[in-house]
């Protein structure tokens, strides 16, 4: 038995059930950078990021064998991801501080006054988006961002196409609202934005 | 996308924020957080391989419960180390492993072997298994009418014998219970008959011995 990267990803979590040693961390290799992006925009925080998908990692490690197949295995992994990061979230009710991407460090590096402004307008849509209700946002995220179908978003999120549709159509409005403001009021956002947690107003 | 409002007429607005939001680049995981979460599914990975054996244990495809853990050998050798096979009694009980390369009887008795007892319980366990003798816990009893492929099964608790008591002729073998605890119990002798306890898992070991008077 032998991980291999020619090997799907049932393969792997079935090689791992098996006792590959390899199997599971070539798994998370493979999908590393997109279970972190979505642990990162759902978490809204650096280290709560890594800390949730540290856990997801291990909770998946440990369950593998409870997968049954009727879903992709990285749908899988990113439900176990969210859920990880929604636990993480529920237990912090007190979120004073937002820390944005790390990306504000790149500006200097850019030439150019068309690279600062779309970096700019960039760190304006990623406020915009931590500023919607944590369900809108993690539904766009998904949608929108890391470009999941809608049903299996629904599959990932454990709620119906529907509710996955709505949520994302209420966020993008709010969205839309939040950058007309920053518009208006001339904003650019900080590292230092203070957000707080909006108020579910979903409506399924 | 589904229109929640039928007044709403923001469709352009919807693609803009949508294609506001595809064009974000996505975040490489950081290294740090890579080798961290990498280096917690090894630990993870080592656990797994210390305990698992423990949990699936070789001789579970016998179709023993869980609890039974406790593999039971009696290896005899009367008259000292003449490595010659000497029957200890005609016939052989059906075995639970039959046709691998080990040559005594396996049973999945079920029973508790205690240290205190196990002197007494590996005798009754020779005397009740009319054990196939063998020269050597690799080798086939030349009695043995059938000689099917060894299986996975057989030829891991040989393995495991081997490596534990590799001059011994084993007589008997029993799947069970040793003082509640997940081990591999093996009775050999040497200038006298002894019982062993062997545990398999993770690597074969006598964690205890006692002679057969």
């Known amino acids: 038995m032998q991980s291999t990267d020619s090997s799907s990803d049932e393969q792997l979590l079935a090689a791992h059930v098996d006792g590959d040693p390899h199997a599971f961390a070539e798994l998370f290799r493979r999908h590393s950078d997109r279970l972190w992006a979505v642990a990162l925009r759902t978490c809204r925080d650096p280290d709560d990021a890594a800390d949730s998908l540290q856990d997801a990692m291990i909770s998946a490690f440990r369950r593998a064998s409870s997968f049954r197949g009727d879903a992709r295995v990285t749908t899988w992994l990113h439900r176990i991801v969210v859920n990880a990061c929604l636990d993480r979230m529920r237990s912090r009710k007190n979120r004073p501080t937002i820390a944005l991407p790390d990306t504000e460090a790149d500006v200097g590096t850019h030439d150019g006054r068309d690279q600062i402004s779309e970096h700019v307008t960039r760190l304006t849509v990623m406020t915009a988006l931590a500023e919607i209700p944590d369900e809108q946002r993690i539904a766009l995220t998904l949608v929108d961002l890391e470009g999941w179908p809608v049903d299996e978003a629904a599959e990932i999120l454990q709620i119906p196409p529907g509710t996955v549709k709505s949520r994302c159509f209420r966020g993008r409005q709010r969205m839309a609202e939040l950058l007309r403001n920053h518009n208006e009021a001339g904003d650019v956002p900080t590292k230092s934005s203070r957000i707080t947690d909006g108020v579910n107003d979903d409506k399924e | ?213």
């Open chain 2, 1 to 213: 996308m589904t229109k929640n409002d039928p007044h709403d007429n923001s469709e352009p607005e919807q693609d803009e924020i949508r294609r506001q939001l595809s064009a974000q680049p996505a975040p490489e995981i950081p290294a740090s957080v890579s080798e961290r979460i990498t280096a917690a599914l090894a630990e993870e990975q080592q656990r797994r391989t210390v305990e698992e054996p423990r949990r699936n244990r070789w001789w579970i495809p016998l179709g023993a419960a869980a609890a039974i853990a406790l593999l039971v050998g009696i290896v005899v050798i009367p008259g000292g180390t003449d490595p010659e096979p000497q029957p200890i009694a005609a016939g052989c009980q059906t075995p639970v492993v039959e046709g691998g390369d080990l040559g005594p009887v396996t049973q999945q008795s079920g029973r508790d072997y205690t240290q205190a007892e196990l002197a007494d319980q590996a005798k009754d366990l020779v005397a009740g298994s009319s054990p196939c003798p063998a020269p050597t816990g690799n080798a086939i009893p030349s009695d043995r009418t059938t000689a099917p492929a060894p299986s996975p099964v057989a030829a891991d608790i040989s393995n495991c014998l081997l490596e534990v008591i590799p001059d011994q002729t084993v007589v008997a073998i029993d799947i069970a219970d040793f003082e509640g605890e997940e081990l591999l119990v093996a009775v050999v002798a040497t200038e006298t008959s002894e019982a062993l306890v062997v545990d398999c898992a993770p690597s074969p070991t006598v964690v205890h011995r006692t002679e057969l008077e």
